[in-house]
């Protein structure tokens, strides 16, 4: 019997992957988790039915939401992800020698637990001494921390249930306070394809609290419409005009140089939301 699983995408469209194993089905205190072994990307994280990170194209999001800001960043020694719980960004974090410490801030622990076991290209990282994994909400650690990244990655769900409150004014002012001085931060800001309204508005929302807002475009095939944005909100550095020549070569299979400055010109629609 052939299995598929269905990701609505919106109420009108579907996307669909044929499923060759499930491997795990959990139901944790916040999310319904699957781990799926699927044809065509391989083993994917499902949350809520959403597909999350899959071992075929995980390398675009995860390269693209830590490499722009640590390479935007003079000298990025403290880093903290929020959500992000396959550890995809913190395995690219610490790709950057001048990493001294990266803190994962993940509200499930059933997440870390099943991806250190079924998606371990992905988790890799989490062993490392340099990363520190943190259980909790996002939303009450940034509060509690001030002054005290380099970087921050939101690396969350989309912006319902647990997530929603990683999206927004009051979130980005929180976010600034726990930035040191010279601080950037970086959020996956969904589809303007489908949700132009959700791009339109977390833009203006970090527009209001940082100096410099960017908003650039990477292509993530299991991702709806499989073009999707991300927000980067900074203190004093622009990644659109980062100083690239002193930066060390690291394998990447995504992000290189010259796309760091090609991702932030934007087709006009895109453009045209946050003028
Ligand atoms: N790359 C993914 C995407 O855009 O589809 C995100 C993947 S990552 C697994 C998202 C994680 O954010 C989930 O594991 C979820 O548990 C976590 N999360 C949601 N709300 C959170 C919160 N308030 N604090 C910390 N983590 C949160």
Known sequence: MEMWLKEEQIESAAMTYKVKETLVRRKTDFQDLAILDTEAFGRM???????QTTINDEYVYHEMISHIPLFTHPNPKKVLVVGGGDGGAIREVLKHPSVEKAVLCEIDGVVVEECKKHLPEISCALEDPRCEVFIGDGIKYVHEHKNEFDVIIVDSTDPFGAAEGLFGGSFYKEIYECLTEEGIFIAQTETPFYLPEVVKSVFSDAKAVFPVTKLFMAAIP??????????VGSKKHDPENAD???TIDISTKYYTKKLHKACFSLPKYVEDLIK
């Open 244 to 246: 690239l020549s002193k």
């Open 222 to 231: 299991t991702y709806p419409s499989g073009y999707w944005s991300f927000t």
């Open 45 to 51: 994280l499902v949350l809520d039915g959403i597909v």
